[in-house]
């Protein structure tokens, strides 16, 4: 089972924006064979799916709340996956989990945001937005 250890995460005020890694160690294959996923949760709410890049970084998906300020992207030769979080509004603090998997489940081409399709988690790191 790979290992996946976020980083990044704090205090930030509306508005502004955060860089979350994710990085991925003792895993079996390269980060290429690996649908990478973002997710949070919110207290008292339940995990939901914030983004994913499929292997190969072929497809990126977005849960429609987030469309437009974050952005998901990899380095491959680093096994990082990086979640890029402008405009942060309050509504997004919660805990933000990175999840990978090496069985990519597609609609239309595109990652699909299910944390049930997810195999390896990291820890968790927290991401509050407050003035």
């Known amino acids: 089972q790979p290992q996946l250890v976020e980083s990044g995460g704090g205090l930030v005020q509306p508005g502004g924006s955060l860089r979350l890694s994710c990085a991925i160690s003792?895993?079996?294959?390269?980060?290429?064979?690996?649908?990478v996923g973002w997710f949070r949760q919110a207290p008292g709410k339940e995990r939901e799916g914030v983004a994913c890049?499929?292997?190969?970084?072929?497809?990126?998906n977005y849960a429609d709340s987030v469309k437009g300020r974050f952005t998901i992207s990899r380095d491959v030769a680093k096994n990082t996956v990086y979640l890029q979080m402008n405009s942060l509004k309050s509504e997004d603090t919660a805990v933000y989990f990175c999840?990978?998997?090496?069985?990519?489940?597609?609609?239309?081409?595109?990652?699909?945001?299910?944390?049930?399709?997810?195999?390896?988690w990291g820890q968790g790191i927290q991401v509050t937005v407050s003035s």
């Open positions: 003792r895993a079996q294959f390269t980060l290429d064979y690996y649908v």
């Open positions: 999840a990978a998997d090496p069985i990519e489940n597609t609609d239309q081409g595109v990652c699909v945001i299910r944390d049930v399709y997810f195999g390896s």
């Open positions: 890049i499929g292997r190969f970084g072929r497809s990126t």
